[in-house]
Nanobody, 127 residues
């Protein structure tokens, strides 16, 4: 079992920044690729960005490329999502997710491929 706890959400004006964190516990963090997803009311859960086990490979949805950055610190068992130039359409509940993965795998982008989920943190961007 892996437990994931997100933090850092909140209310920000358009153009502002927020930094999310996801702390993991329970199993060896470095064995897992990590991703962030988001879900807005009435919409399906959407892949935002992911990072492989070593942190050397990342992947992002097109709508956040150049604005969001995912990173991880395996010594701290934590994955981060730095969000800059936020837009109202970024408003959603943000979830981190973990997938036990081999070191050379690409980052998965569909929710069903992930084994563990956090409880989510609300991000609201006002116009």
């Amino acid at each position: 079992q892996v437990q994931l706890v997100e933090s850092g959400g909140g209310l920000v004006q358009a153009g502002g920044s927020l930094s999310l964190s996801c702390a993991a516990s329970g199993q060896t963090f470095a064995y897992y690729s990590m991703s962030w997803f988001r879900q807005a009311p009435g919409k399906e859960r959407e892949f935002v960005g992911g990072i492989n086990r070593s942190g050397g490979r990342t992947n992002y949805v097109n709508s956040v490329k150049g604005r969001f950055t995912i990173s991880r610190d395996n010594a701290k068992n934590t994955v981060y999502l730095q969000m800059n130039s936020l837009k109202p359409e970024d408003t959603a509940v943000y979830y981190c997710a973990a997938r036990r993965e081999n070191p050379f795998a690409v980052v998965r982008t569909t929710p069903a491929e992930y084994d563990y989920w956090g409880q989510g943190t609300q991000v609201t961007v006002s116009s």
